[in-house]
C-alpha cells in the first residue's frame, strides 16, 4: 500500500528498532511508496512512511532491493557529495564512500553480505543513515 512521506524532524531523528518476520508487510508498503515515488526518489527507509523499523528499499538499476536490518560493515574511498531526500526540503552536503559492504537481511530474512559502488552505494549510506536516526 502507497503511504504517505513523514516529514517530522523529530520522528525522523529517532534510531530505528530493528525488524522481526512481522514486519513483512512494511516491506512491501516501502516497495509500493518507492515505486510511487519512482520520478523523485531511489530509495526509502521505514521511517519515511511512519514505522520505525530498521528496513529499507534501494533502486538498483531495474530492481528495488528491500534490506532488512541493514548494517555498512565496510567503507572506503570517502567523497563530499549534496544529496536530496523526500523527507526533506533542498539539498545538503555530505560525506559518502564509493565502497562499502552491507550485511543485512532478505525479505525471506535471509542473511545476505554484498558489496555495492558508487551510487547505488551512496544510496544505501543514506537509507542506513535514516534507521539510525542521521538525517543529511
Not at 72 to 82: A, C, E, F, I
Not at 84 to 94: M, N, Q, V, W
Not at 119 to 125: C, E, L, N, P, T
Request: glycine share 4%; hydrophobic share 40%; charged share 15%.
Amino acid at each position: 500500500m502507497i503511504k504517505p512521506i513523514n516529514h517530522d524532524l523529530k520522528t525522523l531523528s529517532i534510531p530505528a528498532s530493528p525488524a522481526t518476520p512481522s514486519d513483512k508487510a512494511v516491506i512491501s508498503d516501502l516497495l509500493d511508496t518507492l515505486q510511487a515515488n519512482s520520478a523523485t526518489c531511489v530509495g526509502m527507509a521505514a521511517n519515511m512512511i511512519g514505522v520505525n523499523k530498521q528496513i529499507i528499499v534501494v533502486q538498483i538499476g531495474p530492481f528495488a532491493v528491500p534490506m532488512v536490518n541493514p548494517k555498512v560493515v565496510k567503507r572506503s574511498d570517502p567523497y563530499l557529495t549534496s544529496e536530496g531526500c523526500l523527507s526533506l526540503s533542498g539539498e545538503r552536503p555530505t560525506t559518502r564512500y564509493h565502497h562499502v559492504t552491507v550485511q543485512y537481511l532478505d525479505r525471506q530474512f535471509q542473511p545476505q553480505e554484498q558489496a555495492f559502488d558508487d551510487f547505488a552505494a551512496q544510496i544505501i549510506q543514506h537509507e542506513v543513515d535514516h534507521c539510525n536516526g542521521i538525517l543529511i
